[in-house]
């Protein structure tokens, strides 16, 4: 798509309007828009590796308080914990065995409420991770739905005879081996998309959904402000249990067939839940993010719901599909969830993913590529969600040997599958032991990266990705482009250069991102305007605007104020 006629003529009313608040102070963001969730920035806090504050080397919730001036500095709105609760940590949380506590291992819920006092203070919100799909096998619903067949809870998770001695169809578990358990206690199998530690609840039952909704609510009362849904598109399952075609002949990583899951994911009864869900977060002004595993916009439509009453974020996870710099891919993908019809969201890293800073990286130039990676998703109209250590380019570092690995899927798919320990490891403070992560025995060990890339070193380097991200997080608090504008592409044919203008108003920003290990120029010529004029806001390597005309470096980052 060329510049259309709106965007032209935003320009021009932009270009035009310029000069005349050149000097004038942005207003205030909240007086724009009331959904808090649209401008602000949420981090991902992985909090068995965030901060230690017991010496028992696992991190914990009072290592998270004790990092919120960390958090604030570093100009976070949210903070998203993954599970913290109760839990046999079969999944490192992921397995629930009661949704209104704190695991020990965590701290107590007095230490919730201190963290929710303290980030309250700093006007930082929490988000917590809610785990809809299924529980823990420890959980006291599950005990008693396995103890009889005629049990209280026996119908709140799904249940079947096998087929003589073969389980009761073909689904496979995402975690490898078949998604049945047989269990002798009532001589059936109980279904679990993940692990057999996690028997996934049964949705169609009404007494699921009443006791679920009102997880939400207990926390929303102690102060939390919206949740992540943990699995969204797996709530459901086809009640006749139909077998799942196979997508190809082969086995995948743990051995089983490459199957669709066409009939245990993705069923459509999960919207009503989720307006279910969000009927009760509006009351609390809290804010739905999804874990939707999608880089479909008709799908991420689908889960903004009619009227977008459904989940305010589904997560886009477009760029973590994209692993490498192409601006091409990038400029569609980023057109294609601009015209969704609900707010875009942003995720380029998270606890099962290899972190960005691998995924793009060269080797050579890591540090300016994080940076600009963070120029991206932080300068693009949408939600950003960061995941700890992406801001001080923490590296992947996967275990080498199977005797070390942590994760369970890592050792079930050893060696073709290591499993996710390697973008969990403990965030880098600093550079002494154990990068200030722990004085115990780390739960992972730390990567050698520490030594360069922590937060003390990089707090006092200015030509660090740490003071980079800061910089960038500070102008988008403040920017009004960069907070409400439009998303105009420009150059759209340039193989190398990413850029974009961001219109609000009498506000323009003009972003350009050289994703080549060339130096490249790109014109600021915009027919039939002639030539707009930047301003440098933010650049990396010496990346300037002249004449019309901006020169990027390999990897170089402008970002500019446009002017007459
Ligand atoms: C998605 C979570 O992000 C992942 O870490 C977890 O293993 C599964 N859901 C199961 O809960």
Redesign the pocket.
């Known amino acids: 798509m060329k510049g259309t006629v709106l965007s032209v003529f935003l320009i021009a009313v932009s270009v035009a309007a310029m000069s005349a608040f050149a000097q004038k102070s942005p207003p205030a963001a909240a007086v724009e828009d009331r959904d808090w969730w649209k401008h602000a920035v949420f981090y991902e806090i992985y909090p068995r590796s965030f901060a230690d504050s017991n010496g028992d080397g696992v991190g914990d919730l009072n290592g998270i308080t004790s990092k919120l001036d960390y958090l604030k500095d570093l100009g976070v709105d949210a903070i998203w914990i993954t599970p913290c609760f109760p839990s046999p940590q079969v999944?490192f949380g992921?397995d629930v065995s009661d949704y209104e506590n704190i695991d020990p291992m965590y701290g107590t819920l007095a230490d919730f409420d201190e963290l929710a006092r303290e980030a309250k203070k700093r006007n930082i919100r929490i988000i917590l991770d809610f785990?809809v799909?299924?529980t823990s096998d420890q959980h006291p619903w599950f005990l008693d739905s396995k103890s009889s067949r005629t049990s209280a809870h026996r119908d709140w998770y799904i249940w079947r005879d096998g087929k003589g001695r073969q389980p009761p169809n073909n689904w496979v578990s995402i975690f490898g081996g078949s998604a049945w358990k047989f269990d002798p206690t009532t001589n059936q199998y109980y279904y679990h998309y993940?692990y057999a530690q996690?028997p996934d609840l049964n949705w169609r039952n009404p007494a699921v959904k009443d006791a679920m909704f009102d997880v939400t609510r207990f926390w929303y009362k102690r102060g939390v402000s919206g949740f992540r849904l943990?699995?969204v598109d797996t709530l459901f399952e086809d009640p006749n249990l139909t077998d799942n075609p196979i997508l190809r002949p082969g086995k995948n990583a743990f051995g089983d067939p490459i199957e669709q899951d066409k009939f245990n994911t993705k069923l459509p009864e999960v919207h009503q839940v989720l307006r279910g869900l969000r009927k009760i977060a509006d009351g609390y002004d809290a804010v739905l993010i999804g874990?939707t595993w999608t880089a479909d916009v008709a799908e991420l439509n689908q889960y903004y719901g009619k009227g977008n009453n459904e989940l305010q974020l589904p997560m886009d996870f477009l760029f973590t599909m994209v692993n490498k710099l192409s601006p091409a891919e990038f400029r569609k993908q980023i057109a294609e969830v601009n015209a969704a019809s609900g707010w875009p969201t942003f995720v380029i890293s998270?606890?099962?993913i290899v972190r960005s800073y691998d995924r793009y990286g060269d080797g050579q130039h890591n540090d300016q590529i994080a940076k600009l990676m963070a120029a991206l998703y932080l300068t693009l109209r949408g939600t950003p969600i960061m995941y700890y250590g992406e801001e001080i380019g923490m590296k992947t570092t996967p275990p080498t040997r199977k005797e070390d690995v942590k994760d369970p899927i890592g050792r079930t798919g050893w060696p073709k599958e290591k499993g996710?320990d390697g973008e969990r490891t403990p965030m880098q403070w600093d550079d002494s032991a154990n990068a200030g992560f722990t004085t115990g025995k780390p739960w992972l060990p730390v990567p050698p990266t520490y030594e360069t890339h922590n937060v003390a070193a990089e707090s006092k380097d200015p030509d660090s990705v740490l003071e980079f991200y800061k910089r960038v997080l500070r102008l988008r608090r403040t920017n009004p482009a960069l907070l409400y504008g439009n998303y105009t592409p420009i150059n759209e044919d340039n193989p190398n250069v990413l850029s974009y203008l961001r219109l609000y108003r009498n506000h323009g920003v003009v972003v350009a991102l050289n994703m080549a290990k060339t130096r490249q120029k790109i014109s600021l010529e915009l027919q039939p305007h002639g030539f707009i004029s930047a301003k440098k806001l933010i650049s990396t390597g010496g990346s300037a605007a002249h004449g019309g005309e901006v020169s990027l470096p390999p990897y170089g980052v402008f970002i500019g104020e446009l002017g007459k």
């Open positions: 999944d992921y785990v799909n299924h993940f996690q943990d699995a874990e998270n606890h099962d996710r």
